[in-house]
């Protein structure tokens, strides 16, 4: 009873509302950031800047479900994610989030539509050929994995996590290994998907111009996340 009240006790009555964090800090040697508080809205894209081993990739895996933070909520579908059964988590993670991690975590030993092919049979939709060609993509789709470059690697690794349309996209530099005009398609690309699906995404990159092609950028300084735009 006492856990049902907890999780009913966080309803935002706003329907636009897809993340909500709530009074977040966490620490490892040292402190990272406290009482962090930020909403993500249907098609909103927001960045998050900061100096190295300012927090960034941590708030976001906790943002993400993949790392309980020390205190505070992070608030999905009026649940704090951290107080639910790990199986329905782990359901969430797999069919509402999107999670692109600076690594690509492709199967190498499969061809690039193996790769797709194999999100799309567990998430029941098929390949997008209209995203394979917005990447730039579509004409290596039949290549092993490894014999594409590290900038058609991540963007085949995007192009995974956007085939199983996800509510929620969260990327660690999704566009680390990639030149200046590619990485303006990528991004183009995602906010396309998120103002077509309803969907929202919170992203980390080091890179300024990059951050504000999102509707909303932060800084994470000083223990705090600050809104710059």
């Given at each position: 009873?006492?856990?049902?009240?907890?999780?009913?006790?966080?309803?935002?009555?706003?329907?636009?509302?897809?993340?909500?964090?709530?009074?977040?800090?966490?620490?490892?040697?040292?402190?990272?950031?406290?009482?962090i508080?930020?909403?993500?809205?249907?098609?909103?894209?927001?960045?998050?800047?900061?100096?190295?081993g300012?927090?960034?990739?941590?708030?976001?895996?906790?943002?993400?479900?993949?790392?309980?933070?020390?205190?505070?909520?992070?608030v999905?579908n009026?649940?704090?994610?951290?107080?639910?059964?790990?199986?329905k988590?782990?359901n969430?993670?797999?069919?509402?989030?999107?999670?692109?991690f600076?690594?690509?975590?492709?199967?190498?030993g499969f061809?690039?539509n193996d790769?797709?092919?194999i999100?799309?049979?567990?998430?029941?939709?098929s390949?997008?050929?209209?995203?394979?060609?917005?990447?730039?993509i579509?004409?290596?789709?039949?290549?092993?994995?490894?014999?594409?470059?590290?900038?058609?690697?991540?963007?085949?690794?995007?192009?995974?996590?956007?085939?199983?349309?996800?509510?929620?996209?969260?990327?660690?530099?999704?566009?680390?290994?990639?030149?200046?005009?590619?990485?303006?398609?990528?991004?183009?690309?995602?906010?396309?998907?998120?103002?077509?699906?309803?969907?929202?995404?919170?992203?980390?990159?080091?890179?300024?111009?990059?951050?504000?092609?999102?509707?909303?950028?932060?800084?994470?300084?000083?223990?705090?996340?600050?809104?710059?735009?």
């Amino acid at each position: 009873m006492g856990e049902e009240n907890k999780t009913n006790s966080l309803v935002t009555g706003d329907d636009s509302i897809l993340i909500q964090a709530k009074n977040l800090s966490h620490e490892f040697d040292y402190k990272l950031f406290e009482n962090i508080n930020l909403n993500l809205h249907k098609k909103e894209s927001i960045a998050i800047i900061g100096m190295s081993g300012s927090g960034k990739s941590t708030l976001l895996n906790i943002l993400s479900s993949l790392l309980e933070p020390k205190s505070g909520e992070v608030v999905y579908n009026d649940k704090n994610i951290y107080s639910i059964k790990k199986k329905k988590l782990l359901n969430i993670r797999r069919e509402d989030f999107g999670i692109i991690f600076q690594a690509h975590y492709l199967f190498r030993g499969f061809s690039a539509n193996d790769n797709l092919k194999i999100a799309t049979l567990l998430s029941g939709n098929s390949i997008n050929e209209e995203l394979l060609k917005k990447l730039n993509i579509d004409f290596v789709i039949n290549q092993g994995v490894g014999e594409l470059s590290g900038g058609q690697q991540q963007r085949l690794s995007i192009a995974r996590v956007l085939m199983k349309k996800p509510k929620v996209i969260f990327a660690d530099e999704p566009t680390g290994n990639l030149d200046k005009e590619t990485a303006i398609t990528v991004m183009q690309a995602l906010n396309e998907y998120i103002k077509e699906n309803d969907a929202g995404m919170i992203l980390v990159t080091h890179e300024h111009d990059l951050a504000q092609l999102c509707d909303k950028v932060y800084k994470l300084e000083n223990l705090e996340l600050v809104e710059l735009k």
